[in-house]
């Protein structure tokens, strides 16, 4: 037991152990409506970029550029109003429109890069890595707006990355998302009491 907690510290890089605490931090504090998880949030996705490189992980090196770009909007947006810049956004539901329109854009993005990730690439799990990147893209744009279900879809897909990442020899990236999970339960039931303040 202990050689294998040895083997297991001693052998994971400083890049992911920087990409784990900066990861968990971020998303601790977005659960915590704390504005200063964006810029820790541009440190964690430019470790990512790398280690998914390297584990032949191409959604997922993808999706961190895509997360670059809105960690920056979601800065903006969560410092801004239209009507008094010294408002923080409230927090808001998605709609049956926006839940209709997410499914969908899911199950196109994943067939479409799944395919060319299957055929064009040597791609680990391209699917799967896929159908996750697409989740990942549609909770982050809710997350950036303030939208109390960013957090249902997010406990959803960590689930999955889990076992993706376990699989893929990256510990303690999986262990990082296995507290996501419940990191963003925290933030799911505090968005939701913040939620149910504003209508009072």
């Not at 010294?86 to 539901?93: G, V, Y």
């Not at 049956?96 to 067939?111: N, P, Q």
């Not at 699989?167 to 933030?187: D, E, N, Q």
Request: proline fraction near 2%; aromatic fraction near 20%.
């Amino acid at each position: 037991m202990k050689e294998s907690l040895q083997q297991f510290f001693l052998g994971t890089g400083a890049l992911e152990w920087a990409g784990v605490f900066t990861g968990l931090l971020c998303v601790w504090l977005a659960a915590k409506n704390n504005i200063w998880n964006w810029p820790i949030a541009i440190v964690s996705v430019s470790i990512y970029i790398f280690i998914f490189f390297e584990s032949k992980l191409y959604a997922d090196m993808g999706l961190q550029f895509y997360f670059f770009a809105m960690n920056i909007y979601g800065w903006y947006y969560w410092s801004k109003t239209k009507d008094d810049p010294s408002l923080e956004r409230p927090i808001s539901l998605m709609s049956r429109k926006e839940w209709l329109g997410s499914v969908i854009a899911i199950g196109i993005f994943t067939i479409l890069l799944g395919t060319t990730l299957h055929r064009q690439t040597d791609a680990s799990f391209p699917f799967i890595d896929s159908f996750c990147t697409a989740c990942s893209l549609i909770a982050q744009v809710f997350l950036a707006r303030r939208v109390l279900h960013n957090w249902l879809i997010w406990i959803f897909v960590d689930i999955i990355y889990v076992g993706v990442y376990f699989s893929k020899g990256l510990y303690p990236t999986g262990l990082m998302y296995a507290v996501y999970i419940f990191i963003a339960a925290m933030g799911y039931r505090d968005w939701r009491k913040i939620y149910r303040e504003q209508k009072n």
